[in-house]
């Protein structure tokens, strides 16, 4: 397999890219310890901003990571045909107290699809929804097109 072309896509190209997905994987890290898990999400292509609903029990590693203010990463990405496409939005993770939102908000929130499916270990009385937004320092994009060799 040899990479033929390589480039970064433009600002563009990847506001494009990101408004036509709807998921992809959120890391946090705090001090050494790394976290990871895959998230439906919002994006803004205006304000170049995320918004997410996160869901969690108050006992588990997802609320524990984010109640320590961690250092955030997107990467959304797809592979078709030959053809692999990645960006990575890295920033801040920044909590919506409901009663703040405004009314853009409630439009971006509205565009973060909810997964097909919920498979949950608790009963959905005793997970809590909390609304983030990703607030990017840097958004880059990647195109990568391979040839196979036969």
Same mark, same amino acid.
């Given at each position: ?39 439906? !999400?919002? !994006? ?32 959304? !990405? /797809?592979?078709?045909?030959?053809? !692999? ?44 929804? /909390? ?20």
């Amino acid at each position: 397999m040899a990479i033929d072309r390589r480039t970064e896509m433009s600002t563009e190209e990847t506001d494009e890219f990101l408004g036509s997905h709807e998921t992809g994987v959120l890391s946090l890290a705090r001090s050494d310890e790394p976290y990871a898990v895959p998230i439906s !999400y919002g !994006y803004d292509s205006t304000a170049r901003q995320f918004y997410l609903r996160l869901v969690s029990t108050p006992e588990s590693e997802k609320r524990g990571f984010l109640a320590s203010n961690p250092n955030a990463r997107l990467v959304v !990405y /797809e592979g078709q045909n030959d053809i !692999y496409r990645s960006v990575v939005a890295i920033g801040t993770l920044v909590r919506i107290d409901p009663s703040e939102l405004t009314v853009n908000d409630i439009q971006q929130y509205g565009t973060a699809k909810r997964p097909l499916f919920e498979i949950w270990p608790k009963q959905k009385e005793e997970l809590d929804i /909390e609304l983030y937004r990703l607030e990017p320092e840097t958004i880059s994009g990647r195109l990568i097109e391979v040839s196979r060799d036969e």
